[in-house]
Structure formats: structure tokens, C-alpha cells
């Protein structure tokens, strides 16, 4: 509770949209005013961060070059669970995860000892769950099976009982 991360499209930024951090001293103190998160951003869409349970990992989604097509989902990946700024250069997660659609805001589940039935993720890994389709108003919910330092581990499935002929998007399992 001593990091808060968003999204913003605040001056001193580096793209249309960029992933900020802000930090305080104690749960009761006041928040410091944030900083952007230049190692992670780019001069591209970048947004819907998403921390693992163990804070080593950050997932995001971004339109920057180097993706599948759309926006894809980035992971990066940092030593020290309580360094807000040493983060690494993220990296694309693949064509397990993205297509050429767009795939949006990323949600990671540690899921300890227990199997995810819709990812097929083994016991001490994890799932991800995210939006997929053409564009922010229109997609459906996926889950990809992930390892604990944040590499698939299959390709994503679509989570078919909870979609419908409307957008869904933006999932967030509670753990």
C-alpha cells in the first residue's frame, strides 16, 4: 500500500498515455506527487498496469513497435519488490498472448497451489487474464497460462462463460 500506479495523460509524459507511480512513507501518509516511469513507457499508448503478488512483475498493454499488431501486453520484470524505478525493458509476451487484434488491460493471478481450469496452468504458476479485440469497445475475456517469473506457458483461451454478444473487458480476479 505504499505504491500507487495509473495511468495519465499528465504534461511530462512520454506518449499518449503513460504508466505513473507514486509513493508514500506509511499508510496513513499522504501521497508524493508521481513519477513517470520512463524505463517502462514510450512515446506510445501505454497503460492498464498490472502487479504480480510479489511485485517482481509488471504487466501492461501498449501500441508500441515491436507487437504482435493493435495493442499487445508487455511484462517487465524487476529485482527488489520495493524499487518502484528498477524496472527492465519490458518485453512483448508473445503470440501465445497477442494476435493482431488488441489485447487490453492485463490482470495476473499468482495461483499458488491450486490450478486454474480455464488457463491449464500447473500448481505454483500463474494466469493471465485480459480483454482481446478490435478495439477498446469491443472485446472479449481471455486467460493465458503464465510461469511464476511471468514467461507462457500456452497459448490464451477465451473464458467463453463469461463473454456475450456485448463488450466485456477489463477482468479482475479477486485472490
Same mark, same amino acid.
Given at each position: ?62 501500441? *508500441?513497435? =515491436?507487437?504482435?499488431? +493493435?495493442?499487445?501486453?508487455? #511484462?517487465?520484470?524487476?529485482? !527488489?519488490?520495493?524499487? $518502484? ?62 510461469? *511464476?517469473? =511471468?514467461?507462457?506457458? +500456452?497459448?490464451?483461451?477465451? #473464458?467463453?462463460?463469461?463473454? !456475450?454478444?456485448?463488450? $466485456? ?7
Amino acid at each position: 500500500g505504499l505504491s500507487l500506479y495509473f495511468v495519465s495523460t499528465r504534461p511530462g509524459g512520454l506518449g499518449m498515455t503513460d504508466i505513473w507511480v507514486s509513493q508514500r512513507r506509511c499508510a496513513d501518509c499522504p501521497w508524493a506527487p508521481p513519477v513517470n516511469l520512463a524505463m517502462v513507457n514510450s512515446a506510445f499508448a501505454d497503460g492498464g498496469p498490472s502487479l504480480s503478488t510479489d511485485g517482481h512483475l509488471l504487466f501492461f498493454h501498449s501500441d *508500441r513497435p =515491436g507487437g504482435h499488431g +493493435g495493442t499487445d501486453i508487455w #511484462v517487465s520484470r524487476r529485482s !527488489s519488490p520495493n524499487d $518502484d524505478f528498477g524496472w527492465e525493458p519490458p518485453i512483448n509476451l508473445g503470440e501465445d498472448v497477442n494476435t493482431s487484434a488488441s489485447e487490453f488491460t492485463p490482470h495476473y493471478v499468482q495461483t499458488g497451489d491450486f490450478y486454474v481450469e480455464n488457463a491449464g496452468a500447473p500448481a505454483n504458476a500463474g494466469a493471465l487474464y485480459f480483454g482481446r479485440g478490435p478495439d477498446v469497445a469491443s472485446q472479449d475475456m481471455y486467460v493465458a497460462p503464465l510461469t *511464476r517469473d =511471468g514467461q507462457t506457458a +500456452g497459448p490464451a483461451v477465451l #473464458v467463453g462463460e463469461l463473454n !456475450s454478444n456485448t463488450n $466485456d473487458a477489463s477482468p479482475t480476479v479477486r485472490t
